[in-house]
């Protein structure tokens, strides 16, 4: 990217390409575990659990695993 475009970009948004990719998953995922379009719902699996427990373990779920790839490429060349 060049200068122009970088300006653009908040201050606290990550540089590198990679780091970006990061910030995004992260930032998706904070988003994602806010259930806006399920708020009211009494849906449920067999009229036992509500989908928005399996829901939040799905997305516990993904969180754990993005948190073990991040960590396994945090400061890999160092």
Same mark, same amino acid.
């Given at each position: 990217?060049?200068?122009?475009? /970088?300006?653009? $970009?908040?201050?606290?948004?990550?540089?590198?390409?990679?780091?970006?990719?990061?910030?995004?998953?992260? *930032?998706?995922?904070?988003?994602?575990?806010?259930?806006?379009?399920? /708020?009211?719902?009494?849906?449920? $699996?067999?009229?036992? *659990?509500?989908?928005?427990? *399996?829901?939040?373990?799905?997305?516990?779920?993904?969180?754990?695993?993005?948190?073990?790839?991040?960590?396994?490429?945090?400061?890999?060349?160092?």
């Amino acid at each position: 990217m060049n200068k122009k475009i /970088w300006e653009l $970009l908040p201050f606290w948004f990550p540089k590198s390409q990679n780091n970006q990719i990061w910030a995004i998953i992260f *930032i998706s995922l904070t988003i994602l575990s806010i259930d806006w379009w399920n /708020w009211n719902s009494n849906n449920r $699996l067999a009229e036992w *659990i509500p989908w928005w427990v *399996i829901y939040l373990i799905v997305i516990q779920f993904a969180l754990a695993y993005s948190v073990w790839k991040f960590s396994k490429e945090w400061m890999k060349d160092e």
